[in-house]
């Protein structure tokens, strides 16, 4: 049978990214693309869908024989605490939603999007340990550590082979911020190409853990086509690449745009970014399914400003 990949959140900041490598991957025509809204931009099969619908979850899954399921529909950290229960309700109903629904039709895998959040102040700051016990402050994280146990739970009681990673902040020159914590790396880009200070919402001494989107995806499809014995950790893996502070970023995008400045005005969200990791262990990714990260922070800086002036001469032309 060929595989078949039904993706929700298909329009958000890493969904539309993924949707892209997963049709580049398997054809355009195995991958069904769902959100709440159309994306006009959008090449591809896509079918709107509430994943609070269990209903229209099933008729989709049946209508296109779907195979895998990939769920990135949520509210991220940032705006989750601006509507805390509805972020609670979303995140977790959508996905209980798309495991039930993959158990009864015998779904072969389902991938779920979890995240350095689901740390709290007790953990660790430096090279937090995998197995390290969760405690959360954000109704963003809370969700997403509840998830973690729902898929290993699946996993236990009915062999439903879920996999997870948990995301760092993920830097991409694709899409516009989600509603991030770590949102303030990918602005800092878009201001600097439009020559413009940029004021962070987190103070210049806030280390976190950050990824590339490029290593982001790579991440998640070595992770999917991995063999299921491979997969030892059946809450969610953590994947680490580079860690930084706002003042390190701004230094790295001055050596190729000396103009560039960044003032710190801290807000809620340095609340948020006081309660993660500074950097993660992911030994565990690392042995497992052999993943490794193949940019840096300077590497990065270099092809972000690139794809960015590309966009931004494009939108001006």
Known sequence: MATKILITGANGQLGSVLTKALQNTYGINNVIATDIKYNAAFVGVF???DATDFNNIQHIIKEHHITEIYHMAAILSA?????????WDINNNTFLNVLEAARLNSIHKVFYPSSIAVYGN??????TPQDFFLTPTTVYGMSKAAGEHWANYYFLKYNLDVRSLRYPGVIGHQTSPGGGTTDYAVDA?????????????????SGLPMIYMDDAIRATIELMSAPKDAI?????????SMSFTPKALEKAISQIM???KMVYTPDFR???????????????ARNDWAWKPKYDL???TKDMIKHLKETYNTENA
């Open 189 to 205: 880009y878009h201001y600097a190409v439009k020559q413009e200070e940029y004021t962070c919402f987190l103070n210049e001494s």
């Open 122 to 127: 007790n953990a660790p700051k430096n090279n």
């Open 298 to 300: 300077k590497s990065m």
């Open 47 to 49: 079918e709107f869908l």
């Open 270 to 284: 340095q609340q948020i970014a006081d309660s993660w990791p500074n950097s993660i262990d992911d030994t565990e």
């Open 258 to 260: 000396p103009n560039f």
């Open 79 to 87: 705006s989750g605490e601006k509507q805390p229960l509805r972020t």
């Open 232 to 240: 030892k950790t059946r809450t969610s893996y953590n994947i680490a």
